[in-house]
């Protein structure tokens, strides 16, 4: 997926992200544009904190809490943060989603994802690439206990990486509510999906979503310049 250089710029606040080992890209601004929101939201992996920021955009009435285990990562969120119109709704705390305590209503995550490749020379992209710090399992078992009975988890991944968080969510009792198959171009398989859990059975809805379309474009109106 497409990222973006270091200074990026939405319509309502600007992305600082000289700091951070993963940059702003595609998959977290549609995470952030398609994510279910509540009165309290939880961005877990935080990164620049555009996802808390979109979110907080998005739910003018939420109260959204931003982790991450990297400092370099929480600096630079706390500085996005505090450059927004949003400063006083977003916490951006340096914490692990494994030992973090509250009760949200939508918990979001771009989650690391590589499990079986080889490892970045750099141990700060290491972590925020690989499941290392942040395994499948790890995120839903923090997600069934930190979510509130009505609440929904929301994730991206890369298309071979789905059925592996399915079943991690499946087996501490999550249910699938919303899929949404992401394609570069129409013809193409997709390479990303964005998938979106509840505690309780309930129908499943699924969608495509190709990158530029005119779908896409109305996903993410309200942020892109």
């Known amino acids: 997926m497409q990222i973006f250089s270091v200074m990026f710029q939405f319509k309502q606040f600007t992305i600082a992200q000289e700091q951070c080992a993963m940059k702003v890209g595609t998959d977290g601004v549609l995470l952030g544009a398609w994510a279910h929101g509540g009165a309290r939201i939880l961005d877990a992996g935080t990164g620049t904190g555009v996802i808390a920021l979109m979110m907080a955009q998005r739910f003018p009435e ?13 600096r ?3 500085e996005n943060v505090l450059q927004s119109p949003f400063s006083e709704r977003i916490e951006v705390l340096g914490e692990s989603l494994q030992q973090h305590e509250g009760r949200y209503d939508s918990i979001i995550s ?55 968080m399915e079943d991690e969510a499946i087996f501490v009792g999550f ?29 499943c809805e699924k969608e495509e979503l190709t990158i530029g379309s005119e779908a896409y474009r109305q996903l993410t109106q309200d942020f892109y310049l």
Not at 62 to 74: F, P, S
Not at 120 to 130: C, I, N
Not at 134 to 162: C, H, I, K, N
Not at 175 to 186: D, G, L, M, N, S
């Open 175 to 203: 249910f699938p509510c919303r899929i949404c198959a992401v394609k570069t171009t129409e013809k193409k398989a997709p390479k990303r999906y964005l998938l979106a859990f509840k505690k309780h059975p309930c129908p």
């Open 110 to 164: 771009n989650p690391p994802f590589f499990m079986d490749s080889l490892k970045a020379p750099d141990a700060q992209r290491t972590m925020a690439r690989h499941t290392t710090t942040l395994t499948y399992q790890e995120l839903m078992q923090a997600a069934w206990r930190l979510l509130a009975d009505e609440g929904e988890l929301s994730v991206v991944v890369p298309f071979d990486y789905r059925q592996r």
């Open 62 to 74: 939420a109260l959204v809490t931003a982790i991450d285990v990297d400092e370099g990562a929480v």
């Open 76 to 78: 630079q969120a706390q």
